[in-house]
């Protein structure tokens, strides 16, 4: 099935995308978020899913170190419900503590600098963020 990973952030949400056979997450242009509210997010981003065929939304919960919640991790929660309503789809939560991270990585190791690495670097976590999920299901 074709899912979409959103990691969802305060200026920018990055966005990823699987293919149907559930191989490989691919980065998708990230929007630009800064000074919209999350309905409008939402809606953004359940259009992005219903131009993919998506039939699920991986969404990034970024909790605290230790496991537990965090504000934002509050506010995913908040939002994994608008973005369901927006899209009719199912949206599941995947612990991002460390997809930034590893994005940054990724992409330090591809040398993506500068303007280039902030123009893609919340759509890089997202595909971590994605290719984890895929890759715990078929575990």
């Not at 990230?30 to 509210?37: E, I, R, S, V, Y």
């Not at 990724?106 to 500068?114: E, I, K, M, T, Y």
């Amino acid at each position: 099935m074709v899912m979409l990973g959103v990691d969802l952030g305060l200026a920018r949400t990055g966005l990823a995308v699987c293919d149907a056979e559930e191989i490989l997450a691919t980065p998708l242009p990230q929007l630009d978020c800064k000074g919209q509210k999350l309905p409008r997010i939402a809606e953004r981003i359940a259009q992005v899913a219903k131009e993919r065929d998506a039939a699920q939304i991986v969404l990034g919960n970024p909790k605290a170190l230790d496991g537990g919640t965090s504000p934002m991790s509050q506010r995913c929660a908040a939002f994994a419900k608008m973005l369901a309503e927006a899209s009719a789809l199912p949206v599941v939560l995947r612990d991002e503590r460390f997809s930034s991270r590893m994005a940054e990585g990724l992409l330090r190791d591809a040398q993506v600098f500068g303007a280039q690495r902030k123009s893609v670097s919340d759509s890089a976590a997202a595909t971590v963020i994605l290719q984890e999920h895929i890759s715990s299901m078929n575990n």
